[in-house]
């Protein structure tokens, strides 16, 4: 079994609807971390989450709502999103948030119509 | 604010060969670099992380360089195999943040057989 796993790995909604990705590490991390890849840009940073507490919030916006409820799992709630929030959504754990290497899961592909 | 950038965004190049990736990036104040690889459709997988105090790091075919000083990187992959064939990423964490991965655009690589 991968170490962090993301579900589900694909994902088609429309405008309106509301969603949710999930991810969860089987490597006793600390720390976990959303990530979005969109075409031709770099990584962003989202959240990240310390011991179930938020660390970061790098100016995402609202309709992106993430949740830790324990330290082995991370969601991301996706309410009325636009047509360019269509990206490859990353999580990511660490075993502490400082200076720490990170272990990516596969991704969700997320759609927007 | 950090800027990574990787040249050449793609390469192409025949089996067998030993090819060099570059990284750059525009602020010294590093906690650590790491080297990622993204297959396609796939999530990252950590191939080298160097800290900021050394110099470089090793495993099996490949080897990273790192120049604080200058903000350089670069990844040298030996004896390059089809298999090789993803997108390599370079990404530094701020000494301010501890935690923030900074990614460049990636090199998309192709090794012909």
């Known amino acids: 079994e991968t170490g962090v796993t993301q579900t589900p790995r694909h994902l088609v909604m429309g405008m309106t609807n509301k969603k949710s990705l999930k991810c969860e590490q089987h490597l006793g991390h600390n720390a976990m971390y959303w990530y979005k890849q969109s075409a031709k840009k770099p990584l962003e940073l989202m959240f990240v989450y310390s011991l179930e507490e938020r660390v970061e919030n790098n100016s995402v916006p609202s309709r992106f709502s993430p949740e830790c409820p324990n330290s082995s799992h991370l969601f991301l709630h996706l309410h009325t999103l636009q047509p360019e929030d269509s990206a490859l959504y990353l999580c990511?754990?660490?075993?502490?948030?400082?200076?720490?290497?990170?272990?990516f899961g596969d991704g969700t592909r997320l759609s927007i119509l | 604010k950090q800027e990574v950038t990787q040249i050449p965004a793609a390469l192409s190049v025949p089996e067998g060969e030993n090819l060099v990736l570059n990284c750059s990036f525009t602020?010294?104040?590093?906690?650590?670099l790491q080297w990622f690889r993204q297959d396609p459709g796939k999530g990252l997988t950590s191939l080298l992380l160097i800290q900021s105090s050394q110099r470089e790091q090793t495993s099996g075919r490949l080897n990273a360089s790192l120049d604080k000083s200058s903000g350089r990187s670069t990844l040298y992959i030996a004896a390059s195999q089809p298999g090789d064939s993803a997108t390599y990423l370079c990404a530094v964490i701020n000494s301010n943040s501890g935690y923030a991965l900074n990614f460049g655009k990636g090199t998309s690589l192709l090794v012909t057989p």
């Open positions: 602020d010294s104040a590093i906690y650590n």
């Open positions: 990511a754990s660490s075993p502490g948030y400082s200076n720490q290497p990170q272990h």
